[in-house]
Every structure is written in C-alpha cells, then in structure tokens.
C-alpha cells in the first residue's frame, strides 16, 4: 500500500473547508448528469406502462410483474454496488454501474416478449439501484460538513429533470403506435454519455483513498482544493480538528453491537419509503388508465404531475443543512401521506393534478434528505455496504410492493391502494423521527463512532 502523508488526516482537511471550490462544482454537474439518467430510467417502465397495455394488451397483473422484476434487481444492485465500492473504490464502481444501467435500457427497447422485459428490466434494476448508492456514498465523502446535504439535494434536483423530461418525452411518443414506447427506453440509455465524462473528469474519493492506505494519491487533488478555498476566502484555512483514519471494515459489522440499531432502524425506513414512494410514482400512469382515463389523459397527467419533482428536491437546498434530518422526514412523511389520502378519496381532475404535483414535491424533497442522511451514519468503512443493503432491503420491498399494489387495487380497488400508500409513508417517518440518529451539521467520524448519545429535540436544531 501507499504511504499516508504526514501530519493531519486528510478527512481532517477536506471536512475544514469552508466553501465549495470550482472541482466541487465541475463534480456536481457530472452527477447531476448521471443521476438525471438514472431518475430518468427509474421511471420509463411506469410511463411506457400505458403503451403496453392499450397495444400488448397488458393486465395489471403482468405490471406488477415486470415492476418486482425491477425492484429485484434494484435490492441485487444495492447490496453489490455498496460492496463494490467498498473494495475497488467509489470513482470505478460509479462509470461501471452507470454503463451497466444505461446499456440494459437500451435492450430494453429492443424486447419483443414479457419475458425479456422482465430480464432486461431486472439488470437495468441492478444497474440504477448499484449507481445511486455508489453516487450517495461519493457525495458524502468528497464534499465538507458545513454543506454536504445541500450539494446533495441540488444534484438531486437538477438531477429530477430527468423524470419530467422523460414523462413529457413519454407523452410525445408512446401514443404514436405499437412501437412508440420503445423509444423511452432508448432515451433512458443516455447514462452512457455522464460515465464516458466521469471517466475523465471524477477523482477517487479521498476518504475512500486515506481508508485503504493510499492517502499519498490525493494529496495533490486535496492540496490543490484548499489552496482554491484559502484564495476564495482570503485567508488562511483553519486549523483541522483531529479525525480517526478509518481500516477496511467488514460487513457484519453492520450487525454487531455499534451498528446494529442504526443498520435496523434504516432498513425498515427505507421498506417502508420504498412502498410508499413507488406505490404512488410507478404507478399513477396505470391506475389512471384502470380507473376510466385515456391513455392520452393519462399521459398528460402524470406528465403535468412530475413537474413537481423538480423544484421539489430544489425546496430542501435551504434547510437540509439546518434542520435535523430525522426530524424533517418525520413532518415530511406525515404530510403526503395526508395528501395521498385526499388523492385517493376525492377524485375529480383538479385534485388528481394540483395534489398529484404537491405529493410529487414532497416527496423528492423528503428523498433529499433520506439521501443525504443514508450514508452519514456509518463509518467510511462501511459507508457502501450499510448504504447499499439498507437501501437494496428497500428495493427488495418494491419487489413485493409491485405484487401487492396490483393485489389491492383487483382486490379492493382504487381509494384502497392510497391507504396503503399513506401508511407506508407515515411509517417511514415515525421511524427515523423517533429511532433515527442526529446527523446534521455533524463531522461523519463523529456520527460514524458515536454510541448512546442523547438526543436534540425540535425540527430546526443542529449539533
């Protein structure tokens, strides 16, 4: 292994920085870039979903198949991507599983049987689902304390074009005919385009880098960020506070006496987030077209209603950073489940789209801050694998969340789905508020080894 440069961690360092430098920035935008496609694919099944019934005569049933088939390979890919960039580093796994995503959508396109799609949507699942947990991991290590839920939510909204840019493109060409919506699955391969920019452009994590004994690889990348902060601010930066460097970890650590709580705790936010989530965003198209509307009305809906997402994840920028994150998701999750209620109970257009776009807000804003809270609560050992199988334990949800909306909805129809929904996303929050740990404004390291602390109190309260 490399040589470790003398003198303070370089954790220390880059947690001391108190601005975002111009390479933070250029890092931004390549993931925005590559999450936008990822939000995007996340959500071509649901919007070609109308096509395949009206033009392949699709049940509800076959739906919920090929959408499990997703959410398999979603939980496969979160578990496998966390590993993965726990051993061959977050930089490698990052290009890799970006292709692979991007490349299955694109076969995707060509199926011309259920059978394929369910193939080809399981190991587009495995891709999606490894990236976002590699791309979380990289944004808590590689920004500083003072603002990394912040540049977390900003990639998470710039990102979310992807989905009203993919709904809206669905609009345009799945009523075309029989092949129209093969075409949302070739824009969904776009990804290609943000890895072959990331292979240039995006560095190793220096966390990830100090942690596995090669610290000397980015001294000069650090060195160059605080040489940019200090001319930034104008004077010199401030001294670093003392920060363990952390040795490989292993994985049943996540269930030893430290972790196990939080690893429990997580697990069971994200399955419960998880069914409520894509209980309401992967399936509105469907339930739209089952419950009288036209495939066109549909369309249009669904399209009017992820116009929310955007701004959405955007109206977390201010406070993500300031409140306590398991409190804020504890009145998010309370607030669309309410809306969700009156979704399903009053239905006439207005509502369908004026609290279809707030529950569509709400709900990348409560995303926001679940993203950036996932990965601050283990160490930077752990930080892929706790992220990727509490997230994949998520996914595996919506492979039995996908069987069980199409249960309900035959079984006791259309109002009785969004109870289902709303209590899904009421516990999600009732969970981290009042199981989860403190993290905002909070050195990882500090939150990663911390045993017992007592709690703060109130939404607005830092540590």
Known sequence: ???????????????????????????????????????????????????????????????????????????VGAVVGGKAADHFGRRRALIATAVLYSVFSLVTAAATNVAMLLVFR????VGMEAMTVVGLTYVSEMFPRAFRGRYQSLILAIGLIGIPAMSWFAWAVVPLGQDGWRWVFVLGSGGLIAASLMIKYLPESIRWQEGQGQGAKAEALLADLEAEAEAKTGEPLPEPEPEAITAPGRFLELFGRTYARRTIVLSAAWIFGILGFYGFNGWIPTLLVEHGYQLTQSLTYTAIISIGAVPGGLFAWPFTDRWQRKYALLVFCTLIAALILVYGFVPNEAVVLIVGFLVSFLLQTETAFIYSYTPEIFPTRLRGAGAGFTVGLGRLAGFAGGYLVASIFSGFGYAAVFIYVAIAMAGEGLILGVFGERTSRRALETIAEEQGAPEASGVGQSA
């Open 122 to 125: 399981f190991f587009t699942g």
């Open 1 to 75: 292994m490399s040589e470790q440069p003398a003198g303070p961690s370089l954790v220390a360092r880059l947690n001391r920085l108190p601005v975002a430098t111009s390479r933070h920035k250029r890092w931004v935008w390549l993931l925005c870039g590559v999450f936008g496609f990822e939000l995007a694919d996340l959500n071509t099944f649901g919007f070609a979903a109308p096509g395949l019934i009206k033009y392949w005569h699709m049940s509800v049933g076959t739906i919920g198949n090929i959408t499990s088939a997703a959410f398999l390979g979603m939980f």
